[in-house]
């Protein structure tokens, strides 16, 4: 059990998203950076369905109200428990009465916190993630405040070595210096757009602003100009849709996207690369290089390899000849 | 583990570097090695420093500090906290964390990126501080 | 020969557009076709927009082709859904703090308030599609004399039951939200509610009829 001593705005339980009622105009949500997410979870032997803390902007901090294990994964934050650095990945112990600090990020936007089976929250509608605009799910609909008790789902640990672990894996690793490479698929509009404005879109970097949010990132660049006008009827959106409002400024729908719009459509972030935009802040440059099915369909594939090579990873050193309890 | 060839090796950098006693801790253990007074008497003007051993708590390979884990990188003479991660050793792409045993600064040549270790091999020194 | 297209809006979305007027006949349309759609293989949601349609996926498809022909093959078949759906009589208080923006509509229309009113309140809209926000209906059936802009200047946050609108589309929010429509009066009705089966109050094809209770200037 975890008590918030101090959090910033915003701060939800989230797992990987509510689908299923799309239908009725209610978004995902879930993790902006499911890649942490799980990392944090599978460090704990939780599963995929586990849902974990996520925490914008930082500092935070927390009390251990009993002796458990928890793991943290995501942006670089400055992690300390009882005083003592912690890897940006870590899983391990921490006793009755430490500390868990997350002082100012230096590289990410975001951290999960994890705890033994999940955050024990009530699943709605098929998911424990906080549905923000509609305020339910999570902890009691809403963003953390301090104060607020998060208990584990099992109140077992996981076999951690007693100084902890933590993983690494390329595939996982933050981007260097701020530079989000993103793949996307040309979207409906796409063809419509000047030629100069495709070729711009496709090789140059767009800033990350201040704008931004679970619902998502507008971005700041070269201006897109479209050779066509014209209302559109609205139709269906996801997260990863890269939206050309009439300024000429791409704007990104993220978590809680909402599930229609109107804007133009020039591409479409594929799937296995949204995480990235979890982790992006002002200050960071997204470039969009342009794929297809067939390498969006690898993508996905490579990246549920990793997590299962992780996975994999973690339970062979669990193996008893190996133990190091 | 550690072995008798560990404290041979260890008990060698003590005389060659007139330290009066070292001690060793492990998870779940704890070795306390002492110059005999005879010996000790030789650097009579050493200083009494504890020195305490990092052990490598896994068999793996050895990743440093401030690669991808967001922490800074790991120099000789670095101020660390008890409990504080100075290294890896990997297991793939698992990372068993070498933490300090105790508080103070980091002396002597750190391991050198991707060697092979065994659980118990002692991999940093730190001088505790006073 | 079908003017369609089917392109992608996430690495397992995608949204089938075929040409045809803005009408309540070809919204049903899509309304069947969403229908049949969603019982296909490796469909996760079969959603319809205005007179267009989503399909959420279950796997990232390796080329479009087949879905696209299966999807004109229906279109082509024309197989409609008329539904006469439920009819939900909302309460609503025009204009006064619920409706900020009625004075400004009777202004851009030429329209007194007491005509926007009646205006507003004469049909029975029909639902074409629900979506945006959890619950959010989008209306057809606005009389195109209350036609008007969007604000230039969008209110950031708008309480959910609040009734707005914009070029020619009507709708009550569900939740709170920002909005750029004018806003002319505000309704006590859960549009969305997770502990309800199902959460939706209302689906494509049933109805809204806005009854006054209240005008405000």
Request: some cysteine; aromatic content about 6%; glycine content about 10%.
């Amino acid at each position: 059990m975890i008590r918030v001593i101090s959090i910033p705005p915003l701060a939800t339980v989230q797992d990987l998203g509510r689908d299923g009622h799309w239908f009725e105009g209610l978004g995902r949500a879930g993790a902006m950076d499911p890649v942490s997410h799980r990392i944090a979870n599978i460090l704990l032997g939780n599963s995929t369905s586990a849902a974990t803390v996520e925490i914008p902007l930082t500092p935070a901090r927390f009390r251990f109200e009993t002796t458990q294990a928890f793991a943290i994964a995501g942006a670089v934050c400055g992690a300390k428990l009882d005083g003592r650095k912690l890897p940006r990945v870590f899983a391990g112990m921490a006793k009755a009465g430490d500390e868990l600090e997350f002082g100012p990020i230096s590289a990410g936007a975001r951290v999960y916190l994890a705890l033994p089976g999940g955050i024990d929250v009530p699943t709605v509608l098929g998911s424990r993630s906080t549905q923000l605009r509609e305020a339910f799910g999570g902890h009691e609909g809403r963003v953390l405040n301090p104060g607020d008790l998060l208990n584990p789902v099992t109140h077992s640990d996981p076999a951690l070595p007693p100084s902890g672990l933590s993983l690494d894996l390329p595939e996982f690793r933050l981007p260097k210096e701020g530079e989000i490479h993103l793949r996307a698929l040309p979207s409906t509009e796409h063809d419509t757009f000047d030629p100069d404005a495709l070729q711009k879109f496709w090789s140059e970097p767009f800033d990350v602003t201040r704008q931004n949010d679970r619902q998502g990132h507008r971005l700041s660049g070269p201006e897109l100009t479209r050779t066509s006008t014209g209302e559109l009827r609205s139709h269906g959106i996801v997260p990863g849709i890269v939206q050309v409002p009439s300024g000429g400024q791409p704007i990104i729908q993220l978590a809680d996207s909402a599930t229609m719009g109107g804007y133009p459509k020039i591409a479409a972030v594929i799937e296995p690369d949204l995480w990235r935009m979890g982790q992006a802040r002002p200050g960071d440059t997204i470039c969009f290089h342009k794929v297809g099915f067939a390498e969006a369909a690898r993508a996905t594939d490579d990246q549920e390899a990793a997590f299962a090579q992780a996975k994999q990873a973690l339970a062979n050193v669990r193996e008893p000849e190996l133990s190091w309890a | 583990m550690l072995t008798l060839e560990h404290m041979n090796e260890l008990a060698g950098t003590m005389i060659a570097n007139g330290i009066a006693s070292l001690e060793v801790k492990g998870n779940d253990y704890a070795l306390r090695l002492e110059r005999s007074p005879d010996a000790a008497s030789i650097t009579a003007d050493a200083p009494g420093l504890d020195l305490m051993t990092a052990l490598s708590p896994a068999d793996g390979v050895f990743h440093p500090r401030g690669e991808a884990d967001g922490l800074p990188v790991l120099h000789s003479g670095a101020q660390v906290v008890e409990g504080e991660p100075l290294g890896y050793i990997g297991i793939g792409p698992v990372r068993f964390l070498c933490v300090s045993p105790t508080s103070g600064q980091v002396i002597g040549t750190l391991p050198v990126k991707g060697i092979t270790v065994s659980a118990g091999d002692p991999l940093f020194t730190v001088e505790p501080r006073s | 020969m079908v003017n369609s297209s089917l392109t992608p809006i996430g690495s397992r979305a995608v949204l089938y557009q075929a040409e045809c007027p803005f009408d309540l006949e070809h919204q049903r349309r899509f309304w069947a076709m969403a229908d049949t759609a969603a019982e296909w293989a490796g469909v996760r949601e079969a959603v319809p927009g205005m007179t267009n349609l989503t399909l959420l996926l279950d796997r990232v498809p390796l080329e479009l082709d087949d879905l696209s022909d299966r999807l004109d093959a229906l279109w082509r078949s024309g197989v409609s859904k008329p539904v006469e759906g439920k009819l939900l009589k909302v309460d609503i208080c025009y204009g006064g703090k619920g409706g900020p923006h009625l004075g400004d509509v009777a202004e851009m229309t030429g329209l007194s308030i007491d005509e926007v009113v009646q205006l507003h309140s004469a049909p029975d809209y029909t639902v074409y599609a629900v979506g945006s926000h959890a619950g959010y209906c989008y209306l057809g059936g606005l009389d195109p004399r209350l036609e008007t802009p969007r604000r230039k200047v969008p209110l950031t946050r708008l309480p959910g039951g609040s009734l707005s609108l914009a070029g020619l589309q009507t709708g009550v929010s569900a939740s709170a939200g920002p909005s750029g429509w004018n806003t002319i009066g505000s309704a006590d009705v859960r549009f969305f509610d997770p502990f309800r089966t199902p959460a939706s109050l209302l689906k494509p094809g049933d109805r809204i009829r806005f009854c006054p209770v209240k005008v405000a200037a």
